[in-house]
């Protein structure tokens, strides 16, 4: 009865070591992947205040599988400052995300 006892607490422990450790390589891998998807802020003109202070950066959303980008203005008294996410299903390059943003800025009339 003993032996049997220790046996279920051995697999038991093994279990737990085997599940933690599968939970430990997903966090990592979703720390790779976002390195990876990240890119190099690049500054553009602000439609608002005029500032060469717009950056934009991205990063893959691990859940949708979308590229998110963040569109801030740099200039800490700009209503853009709190900045805006856009959000496509595939990638596409900075200059492209910017002008949308600058598109449906000009059209909101904000
Ligand atoms: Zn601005």
């Not at 500032?51 to 801030?72: G, K, M, N, P, Y």
């Amino acid at each position: 009865m003993k032996g049997v006892l220790l046996v279920r607490e051995t697999l038991f422990y093994l279990l737990q070591l085997a599940s933690g450790r599968a939970r430990q390589m997903g966090r990592r891998r979703k720390k790779t992947l976002r390195v990876i998807h990240r890119t190099l802020p690049k500054v553009f003109a602000c439609p608002r205040c005029g500032l060469i202070s717009i950056r934009i950066t991205s990063e893959q959303d691990e859940a949708s599988q979308d590229t998110v980008f963040r569109v801030t203005c740099g200039n800490p008294n700009c209503p853009l400052h709190a900045g805006r996410e856009m959000r496509y299903a595939t990638r596409r390059a900075d200059i492209d995300v910017y002008n949308t943003f600058v598109d449906d800025y000009a059209k909101a009339g904000a």
